[in-house]
């Protein structure tokens, strides 16, 4: 995980890093636990493009596509992109699932409380308390970066 942030710096500038989180896997629950952080990232880059330095990223460290949804040496999502709202076979902004995810919210809401979902126009944080109870998210360490 560290050696992904470290390479989203070639993307633009880190803005803020939460804590890292173990959490139960979803959907497909037969596979080991996964962590979790969100990162703020400033960058020129526009969404497709990021989409495109993302998945290369992601490559370059070993991930397959091998099962939906299944054990993966790391996975990297555009969460938000400022207030875009964006609908394409390659690309879906804001994240389709984000706002049922505790796993997406909680270290969203450490570094982005007050973003503003552009579709439901609810904060990660309110869209953090609306979720019900379940989901088991554990804080791992205070800061992915630390």
Not at 19 to 47: G, H, K, M, R
Not at 102 to 113: K, N, Q
Request: hydrophobic share 40%.
């Amino acid at each position: 995980m560290r050696e992904a942030i470290r390479r989203l710096e070639s993307t633009g500038k880190l803005r803020s890093l939460s804590s890292i989180y173990e959490t139960e896997p979803v959907e497909f629950t037969d596979q080991p636990q996964f962590l979790n952080c969100a990162v703020a990232l400033e960058t020129s880059s526009t969404p497709e493009q990021l989409m495109l330095q993302l998945l290369t990223i992601e490559k370059a460290m070993g991930r397959q596509r091998i099962q939906k949804k299944g054990p993966r040496t790391i996975d990297l999502d555009i969460l938000l992109f400022e207030d875009e709202v964006i609908a394409t076979p390659v690309l879906t902004i804001p994240h389709p699932a984000m706002q049922y995810r505790r796993f997406v919210l909680e270290p969203l809401a450490e570094v982005a409380p007050d973003a503003m979902h552009p579709v439901l126009r609810k904060t990660v944080r309110e869209l953090l308390e609306e979720l019900p109870s379940g989901q088991s998210v554990r804080r791992m360490e205070p800061k992915a970066n630390d």
